[in-house]
């Protein structure tokens, strides 16, 4: 059988009550491993230092660890780390839960200037989210963007939507919930009562009932029967008397549970004393077991990613600022421009307070007033009396005023209010410049790695060079060479077309502008999606052995071109499935603006008729190709997917762009044999280059 990679709802009730008894421990250190392994160091008074792991990956576990089990402190730490260092060291460790019968562990520290909550997410993709006082993200191991829930710093986090707990559900509730059911018995336990296969199984054998019975055949007295058993195992776990195992097969671990089970019966089996003793040597085992055949090589990828996460964020942070400076000196600048209605609406409230008035007779007149149609009334928008201020509408822009002061002393608080968020911006412009040489540093140590493996697989890499007459299974071969060549284009987003047509397009405003001014040439066709935030796209009207202007562009090149250009755009970023998108002649396209109009920085003119290209679906392919060069390739499932050894489609979806970048590295990574190839030529940041922005899901994989 294959070996428990994941603890489940009923491991997290029977730990939770264990780990309470570290309640009152100091945070000496937290350290993080890789990108999914986060070490709690704590001082207990009592029993001495304990090692609490937290994991989240492919492995997702809780628990206290022996010391021997414990990996050296790792290097410099990541941001993650300093974040959580910096919210809870020299704490105390005061609560752990579970929330309601999920896989997430709700973990609280406290110290005399702030309180921090810690969620792992012991479940999908898994995560860790550092909380503030008032349940606001500051860091996460993952960004997830969801329709249902968002968890991101800035965010307000939000535990999944509620689920039933089979271990404290009344019987008729339980009897209920099993009638509803249109299948068997032991499926409605592991669905509908979210008790999973093997607990589904062992109560049905615990209490006797044939676990394939359909529902409808099925007995009040054997449900009876059923919930009597969940009910006993519920009390052993609510009481923390425990029997813990670990169960082997063939010498090597694959379960782990806090009470032994009929459905293990037939393996051999470990006691312990407590649950946290069983769960850190089943999962010290299980990594012995499964290091035997892992590659050892250095990991660079999980930190690069982590790294241009972490930047994506800064920048998303400093564009807010930058945004939120903007918004305040607006409002500043609206003060002054309609100076006399806002110092009249002002001086009305003033004399009114001075008279003794309410503020809800104050707010009553300006309601009176705007329905007479006097313009400073109707500029009223909300009149406020707990805080003593008054929001007008001032160019469809909503200002909130200190009642109490007059139209400079708020216009100089506004002000004020800018230069203050403008400073936080600088000093988030100087935590991404020093991101940046953390991730440049760590690039730096993987080329010098490279370097010397090429070097030591010169020989090997020579011979396996050598032209092929048959076509050659290269995710099978053991060593893949690597042949890199540099291309002008390489900067910009490009793709070649089925037919063998480059099309370019720009990152940002000024490729843009570049593509159009210096690349687009007279033959060339210009496409662009009807959605704001989108690239130029060209179409270079070249293709082997023909002279461009005998060329005519097929329409499938134009269609993968359409497509390109619609999944590169906001329409992907906010989530659409497909989108619209138009085609030009370079003739048609212009930066001089008609009179009294602006054009905006990496923006153009389109004059005459368009080719609409209708409801285009948002997909892109990444694939690693290998002849006649190796390198990542990303563009239209139709133009990629022939040209690569394998592929990965995307869509949008809920993984941030570095997130979705990783997950396709190991992907790939698990398809060649020579996963060293995959490292030279396929990382996560040069994957990254490929996707569109915003976030995406993988299919198929």
């Not at 359909?214 to 009481?239: G, K, N, P, Q, Y």
């Not at 023909?546 to 590169?568: C, G, K, L, M, N």
Request: hydrophobic letters at 35%.
């Amino acid at each position: 059988m294959e070996p428990k990679r994941e603890m489940t709802s009923v491991d997290l009730t029977a730990l939770v009550g264990e780990l309470q008894r570290y309640e009152g421990a100091k945070v000496d250190k937290v350290y993080l491993y890789g990108d999914d392994l986060v070490r709690f160091k704590l001082r207990d008074f009592d029993r001495g230092r304990v090692e609490l792991l937290v994991e989240t990956g492919e492995v997702k576990r809780c628990h206290v660890a022996a010391a021997e089990h414990v990996p050296d402190a790792p290097g410099r730490p990541p941001e993650f780390a300093k974040t959580l260092r910096a919210q809870i060291g020299g704490g105390d460790f005061v609560d752990i839960s579970q929330y309601e019968f999920d896989r997430i562990l709700t973990f609280e520290f406290e110290r005399p200037d702030q309180d921090t909550t810690v969620v792992a997410e012991l479940f999908g993709e898994g995560n860790v989210a550092v909380l503030d006082e008032n349940n606001e993200v500051q860091r996460s191991l993952e960004t997830v963007r969801l329709k249902s829930r968002t968890v991101a710093p800035g965010s307000q986090y939000e535990y999944p939507g509620s689920r039933l707990n089979p271990l404290d559900v009344r019987f008729e509730a339980f009897e209920a919930k099993m009638r509803e059911s249109d299948t068997d018995v032991v499926r409605t336990l592991a669905t509908q009562l979210n008790l999973g296969g093997l607990y589904g199984e062992e109560f049905c054998t615990r209490a006797g009932v044939d676990k394939t019975t359909d529902i409808d055949d099925v007995t009040d007295e054997e449900l009876r029967a059923i919930h009597d058993a969940m009910e006993r195992l519920a009390e052993r776990l609510r009481s923390g008397d425990l029997d813990p195992r670990v169960y082997l097969e063939d010498g090597d671990v694959v379960d782990v549970t806090p009470l032994p089970l009929e459905e293990r019966d037939g393996l051999e089996s470990e006691a312990y004393d407590d649950f946290n003793a069983a769960l850190d040597a089943y999962f010290h085992r299980l990594d012995l077991t499964e290091d035997e055949d892992v590659d050892e090589s250095p990991e660079f990828e999980a930190e690069i990613a982590k790294q241009k996460r972490i930047i994506e964020q800064q920048e998303n942070a400093i564009e807010d600022f930058r945004e939120q400076a903007e918004r305040e000196r607006e409002k500043a600048e609206l003060v002054y421009a309609h100076y006399d209605l806002v110092d009249d609406v002002l001086s009305t409230v003033q004399r009114a307070r001075e008279d003794g008035r309410p503020w809800d007779d104050i707010a009553e007149t300006f309601e009176a007033g705007a329905e007479r149609g006097i313009p400073e009334a109707e500029a009223v928008e909300d009149v406020d009396g707990a805080n003593g201020t008054v929001t007008l509408r001032l160019d469809d822009t909503a200002v909130t005023l200190d009642a109490a002061n007059g139209p400079e002393k708020n216009a100089d608080r506004l002000y004020q209010e800018a230069k203050r968020i403008e400073e936080k911006m600088e000093g988030a412009k100087q935590a991404i410049e020093n991101t940046r040489e953390e991730l440049e540093a760590v690039k730096q140590r993987r080329e010098a790695w490279e370097a010397e493996e090429e070097e030591s697989e010169a020989e090997a890499q020579a011979e396996a060079g050598e032209a092929e007459e048959e076509a050659v299974d290269w995710l099978s071969r053991s060593s893949v060479p690597v042949r890199k060549q540099d291309h002008w284009y390489d900067r910009f987003r490009w793709f070649r077309t089925s037919d063998g047509f480059l099309v370019l397009g720009g990152r940002n405003a000024d490729q843009n502008e570049e593509l159009v001014k210096n690349y687009m040439d007279a033959d060339d066709l210009f496409l662009h999606t009807q959605a704001h935030g989108g690239p130029v796209t060209l179409v270079k009207a070249t293709a082997p052995s023909e002279p461009a202007q005998d060329v005519t562009i097929p329409e499938r090149s134009r269609e993968e071109a359409a497509q390109f250009a619609v999944s590169y755009s906001s329409v992907w970023k906010d989530g659409r499935g497909a989108g619209d998108a138009y085609l030009v002649t370079p003739d048609q396209v212009s930066k001089t603006p008609e009179s009294g109009e602006y054009i905006e920085k990496g923006g153009f003119v389109i004059r005459g008729d368009r080719d609409y290209y209708r409801d285009v679906p948002a997909r892109v392919a990444v694939g690693i190709q290998v002849e006649p060069e190796t390198r990542v390739i990303g563009g239209p499932p139709s133009a990629i997917e022939p040209e690569a050894e394998t592929t990965i489609e995307l869509q949008p979806g809920q993984f941030a762009q570095n997130d979705a970048a990783m997950k396709c590295y190991r992907a790939f990574k698990s398809r060649f044999a020579d996963d060293s190839f995959v490292r030279k030529v396929a990382s996560a940041d040069l994957i990254q280059e490929f996707l569109p922005p915003g976030g995406s899901d993988l299919l198929g994989v």
